[in-house]
């Protein structure tokens, strides 16, 4: 059974920290592109940061230089550093996995950013 596993999401004051976690299992591999999206109320689901399967990493520039994405193969686990929280960083945050044809989704966990 192919599943994405996401947690780490929490309520944080602005200016904090938080790191996401995305557990994969099954079929999903080191072969994988994985991602981070994230989903505001009323708005569209948009890309965050990806992470080639041999660690090539780019991001949204909204969170360029406050967000790292890194994957341990080894664990079959992506994360999300995020650091200098912004009230707009306030989402629901879901993990992406994409090798080819095959394309699979976490279930979200919920970041809020609020004094």
């Known amino acids: 059974q192919v599943q994405l596993v996401e947690s780490g999401g929490d309520l944080v004051q602005p200016g904090g920290s938080l790191r996401l976690s995305c557990a994969a299992s099954?079929?999903?591999?080191?072969?994988?592109?994985m991602a981070w999206y994230r989903q505001a109320p009323g708005k569209q689901r948009d890309l965050v940061a990806h992470?080639?399967?041999?660690?090539?990493?780019n991001y949204a520039d909204s969170v360029k230089g406050r967000f790292t994405i890194s994957r341990d193969n080894t664990k079959n686990t992506l994360y999300l550093q995020m650091n200098s929280l912004e009230p707009e960083d306030t989402a629901v945050y879901y993990c992406?996995?994409?090798?080819?044809?095959?394309?699979?989704w976490g279930q979200g966990t919920q970041v809020t950013v609020s004094s």
């Open positions: 992470i080639t399967n041999y660690g090539r990493a």
């Open positions: 099954g079929s999903i591999d080191s072969r994988y592109a």
């Open positions: 992406n996995a994409k090798w080819g044809s095959r394309e699979y």
